[in-house]
């Protein structure tokens, strides 16, 4: 369909319109867990290999500046379910099981747009939205579900969670039906997830359209692979898994392949952050990036991106232009006809950059990456990402741990203002802010529009536009 729009529109044919045309793709979202930048072959990786993400990059398009909204797991997924900044809904980090809030029932997510046109919808993986049952998948629009609550990482068996947390269960639908006792049952989470993915192909790819996610568990720690896949990689544990990631990913397209749905499929890869460093080998890497998940530096935030969809995304492309998670929700809403939510997103249409039309450009002018509570830390406008004055946390050149073991971060690193050219200078090394003085200024007027709106709490402002995220009620609080 590429060549046909760009048909069109020689002819004078809106783009937007063209699509309008063509009947509703299935969509397929994967979504991996702690995989860095760098952790793709076509970016630097050499340790594993991943013949079906090249499969993917030789039939799609691979996206070099695709960024999460923050480089945490809750948030992350918020912006990507939602088409909001994480904090406008009041997510911020990673829920704990102890937490008592999540995602309120009048946001809209991707599975409820996608209900709305008729889709059967199926989750498979980590939600992290709220474990708490009125905060489940099934009860924000997915007809099927089976996963994790939270993290894995977030049960007794790690050696640095708190050892009263309660055991991981296993979820389907919204009741628990076994718990995550050991390793051999993180071991198989990958493959049983994948399996439910393909059934779920199978069972709805000749009566209706689909919507199916899969955020996989993995690569966070604990590492979890398949026997199969033990010592099948050359860099250990961590290539392991990622060969493990690579067969699910080759079973999901498969499936789209025997069931004669692939050309009419939108499948999206991508992950919710930068690799959690401080595990050393048990963690990924940036490539040239500065820092890691939990920080607003490019390897908190970049992360790998490949989509594929035959006649619509170009095949074997690479496209380097700006956008992010919170732009899918309205990309898709406008490819399946659907209307957006009442409520205020802050995503935009990037169907021009999806399909890499010729002179596209990022859907939005300026991006925010908060962290933390609500503290706005960074602002990207075209090739200038401003950092605002706040500490953060670092290796500083360390090595990580090993076995899966954390070593220790260095926390409160003072990030004084500073402007990096992100196009020249994608590791953020040089501060040129003296020699740009009106781009900064401009960007610090950016800032103060995003504090009015969202708040900040670094300067301890709130924001006339964020909205409450979903709580328990309190007979449920009381009960434990």
């Given amino acids: 369909m590429h060549l046909f729009i760009c048909l069109l529109l020689l002819l004078g044919i809106d783009a937007n319109s063209a699509r309008e045309t063509e009947a509703v793709p299935n969509v397929v979202i994967i979504f991996v867990d702690d995989m860095g930048w760098g952790d793709l072959p076509s970016q630097g990786a050499s340790g594993w290999d991943m013949p079906n993400i090249d499969r993917l990059e030789r039939e799609g398009t691979r996206f070099t500046r695709f960024h999460v909204a923050q480089p945490v797991c809750s948030a992350s997924r918020a912006a990507l379910l939602t088409g909001c900044y994480p904090n406008r809904i009041g997510i911020h980090g990673a829920l704990a099981p102890s937490a008592d809030f999540g995602i309120h029932e009048d946001e809209t997510t991707l599975a409820e747009l996608f209900k709305s046109r008729g889709y059967a919808t199926g989750m498979f993986g980590k939600w992290h939205l709220g474990h708490r049952q009125q905060f489940l998948p099934v009860h924000h629009g997915f007809d099927e579900y089976l996963g994790i609550p939270y993290s894995n990482d977030m049960w007794p068996g790690h050696p640095v969670t708190p050892k009263n947390w309660p055991k991981l269960p296993l979820i389907e639908g919204d009741q628990s039906i076994e718990i995550i006792e050991d390793h051999s049952d993180q071991d198989a989470l990958t493959r049983r997830l994948t399996e439910r993915a393909v059934d779920f192909i199978h069972r709805h790819a ?33 290539g392991d898994v990622m060969q493990e990631l690579d067969w699910s990913v080759g079973q999901i397209l498969d499936a789209l392949d025997e069931e004669g749905v692939a050309d009419d499929t939108l499948v999206i ?46 095949e074997n492309h690479v496209n380097d232009i700006n ?64 950092h605002l004055p706040h500490t953060y946390r670092s290796m500083e050149g360390r090595s990580g741990g090993s076995g899966g073991k954390p070593t220790a971060y260095t926390y409160g690193i003072e990030q004084p203002l500073a402007l990096y050219d992100i196009i020249v200078d994608p590791g953020e090394t040089t501060d040129i802010k003296d020699a ?28 006339v536009g964020a909205r409450e995220p979903g709580r328990i009620p309190d007979v449920e609080k009381a009960a434990g």
């Fill in 436 to 463: 740009h003085g009106q781009v900064v200024s401009r960007m610090l007027e950016l800032a103060e529009s995003a504090r009015q709106d969202l708040g900040d709490s670094l300067m301890d402002r709130s924001g």
């Fill in 206 to 238: 000749k009566d209706k359209p689909f919507f199916l996610y899969v955020p996989h568990p993995q690569p966070h720690v604990p590492l979890g692979a398949d026997p199969r896949f033990k010592g099948s990689s050359r860099q250990g544990f961590y």
């Fill in 269 to 314: 890869f991508t992950s919710d952050n930068g690799p959690w460093i401080n595990y050393g080998d048990h963690a990924g890497t940036t490539a040239h990036l500065r820092e890691a998940k939990g920080t607003t530096f490019g390897g908190g935030v970049r992360v790998p991106c490949v989509v594929r969809w035959p006649g619509h995304v170009r």
């Fill in 323 to 386: 956008w992010m998670t919170i732009d899918v929700f309205p990309t898709v809403a406008g490819i399946i006809d659907a209307k957006l939510p009442d409520l205020p997103i802050d995503g935009k249409d990037a169907f021009n950059v999806l399909i890499s039309e010729e002179g596209a450009k990022s859907p939005q002018d300026v991006y925010l990456f908060y962290y933390g509570r609500n503290n706005l830390e960074a602002i990207q406008w075209g090739r200038w990402r401003l």
